[in-house]
């Protein structure tokens, strides 16, 4: 159901739309700077003490500021348009499935990185022609560093699998991890995304989003020589 929707270029402008299009927004917005700051919470600043070198350290702690910075800028819009403090309450909106991952070790992080931010580039993708352009705009601000933190994953992971340690580390968490990501990008026929794509905010439904996630992860575990475990391709 994507349709054409004029671009709204400021948040006075915003504010002259209908309350769904200023909903669908709201939503949006809230989603990105509540995950941005709890996964920078339970896996990006954890991973600092657990990464195995100065060097891994360093490219952490870029990691992890980068991820705070962009909940700092997803919260700025948040309150320019005048979102309530008390939408961001865990009560009002929970965190993604995903964070519920107990992080313990280096290579879990690195197929974290790998796996879970090669999902958030396609949820950013689909923002960087929304028709609110100040959201279209943190999109294309944080897109790079959304693929830096992706390549990070692949980078360290490359590194891992050549030993033979380091490669069963890595698909374990693979394994252990991966079940947790298809359902990071929303139900079928999600009303939700109906409307997000009506606004022009978003460009495909969830379920064509995650088709293409699976097709993208299974290429890069296939780089590694390693592999996917078999997961429902719908979300539950």
């Known amino acids: 159901m994507q349709t054409s929707y004029p671009e709204v270029k400021t948040i006075a402008e915003l504010?002259?739309?209908p309350e769904g299009y200023q909903e669908c927004v709201r939503k949006l917005v809230i989603s990105h700077a509540v995950n941005e700051l709890y996964?920078?919470?339970v896996f990006d600043e954890p991973a600092i003490a657990l990464a195995p070198t100065p060097y891994s350290k360093w490219l952490t702690c870029r990691?992890?500021?980068e991820e705070y910075h962009h909940h700092v800028r997803f919260k700025g819009l948040a309150d320019e348009i005048g979102i309530p403090v008390e939408r961001f309450d865990p009560k009002a909106k929970a965190p993604l499935s995903i964070f519920s991952f107990p992080?313990?070790?280096?290579?879990e992080f690195c197929v974290i990185k790998l796996l879970a931010?090669?999902?958030?580039i396609l949820q950013v993708e689909d923002l960087l022609h929304c028709s609110f352009v100040p959201l279209?705009?943190?999109?294309?601000t944080t897109m790079p560093e959304e693929k830096f933190h992706a390549q990070f994953g692949k980078e360290f992971c490359t590194e891992l699998v050549k030993t033979e340690q380091g490669k069963h580390e890595v698909q374990d968490a693979i394994d252990r991890y991966f079940p947790y990501l298809p359902s990071f990008f929303g139900k079928s026929g999600s009303r939700n995304n109906e409307l997000f794509r009506k606004f022009g905010l978003k460009l495909?439904?969830?379920e064509e989003m995650r088709a293409d996630y699976l097709v993208r992860a299974?290429?890069?575990v296939k780089e590694l020589n390693l592999t996917l475990p078999d997961v429902a391709a719908e979300a539950a």
């Open 63 to 65: 990691v992890a500021m």
């Open 39 to 41: 996964g920078a919470q």
């Open 218 to 220: 299974q290429a890069v």
């Open 117 to 120: 931010d090669l999902g958030e």
């Open 103 to 107: 992080l313990r070790t280096w290579a």
């Open 15 to 17: 504010r002259a739309q």
């Open 136 to 140: 279209r705009n943190l999109a294309r």
């Open 204 to 206: 495909r439904r969830n």
